[in-house]
């Protein structure tokens, strides 16, 4: 199994945007490119980190392809809400106790 983790600046008074459409192209990627999901956590008032897992890191890096046309809107949004976004680490996990 391999894990991403993402930390997102939120720009002031769009954290609803944010949110909605994190978890709308979460879902459309989960659905169409094989992920095993997501979780958003806040760090604080503006910054949050996702952490993604994925099956293989192979998964992960051929994603993108399969995601139907509506996912464009997402990710616009998604990144119009933020001020920058960046993958902060891609781990292999290494033992997997969450439930």
Known sequence: MFAVVYR???????LNEFTNAWAELTNLIRKYEGSLGSRLHRLND?????YAQW???SVWEGSGKLLPP?????????????TSIETI????VVKDLLA
């Open 89 to 92: 680490y891609e781990l292999e």
């Open 70 to 82: 509506e996912a464009d809107g997402a990710r616009k949004r998604l990144r119009d809400s933020c």
């Open 55 to 57: 099956p293989e890191r």
């Open 8 to 14: 997102f600046s939120v720009r002031p008074g769009e």
């Open 46 to 50: 503006d910054e949050y980190i996702a």
